[in-house]
Nanobody, 119 residues
Framework: QLQASGGGLVQAGGSLRLSCAAS?????MGWFRQAPGKEREFVAA????????YYADSMKGRFAISRDNAKNTVYLQMNTLKPEDTAVYYC?????????????????WGQGTLVTVSS
């Protein structure tokens, strides 16, 4: 139900925009990431209307989450990327208007897209 895309290789300081297409509307959506050998980490989330957003502290000011409900798609704009941002990025969804950090509260997950930031 979720299809993530947009990952790739980028140099430090560069930007990428990830996309996540959902098969249905009225989902709250979130982005998580998992680096090799590390636990899954919350990145950002957005309510289904797009008004409410929430970011992990370390992402504020560099990442921006948005959505286009006409396309059932959520975006994660990532700027000033750092090597430590290297991870597989996953989009997730829930139908309860939850935009928090607990990954078990999200019911649906995309397949992940790899972001590699070179130094």
């Amino acid at each position: 139900q979720l299809q993530a895309s947009g990952g790739g290789l980028v140099q430090a300081g560069g930007s990428l925009r990830l996309s996540c297409a959902a098969s249905r509307q009225r989902y709250s959506m979130g982005w998580f990431r998992q680096a090799p050998g590390k636990e899954r980490e919350f990145v950002a989330a957005i309510g289904w209307s797009g008004v409410r957003t929430y970011y992990a502290d370390s992402m504020k000011g560099r990442f921006a989450i948005s959505r286009d409900n006409a396309k059932n798609t959520v975006y994660l704009q990532m700027n000033t990327l750092k090597p430590e941002d290297t991870a597989v990025y996953y989009c997730a969804a829930n139908a309860r208007e939850y935009i928090g950090t607990v990954y078990s509260r999200y019911d649906y997950w995309g397949q992940g897209t790899l972001v590699t930031v070179s130094s």
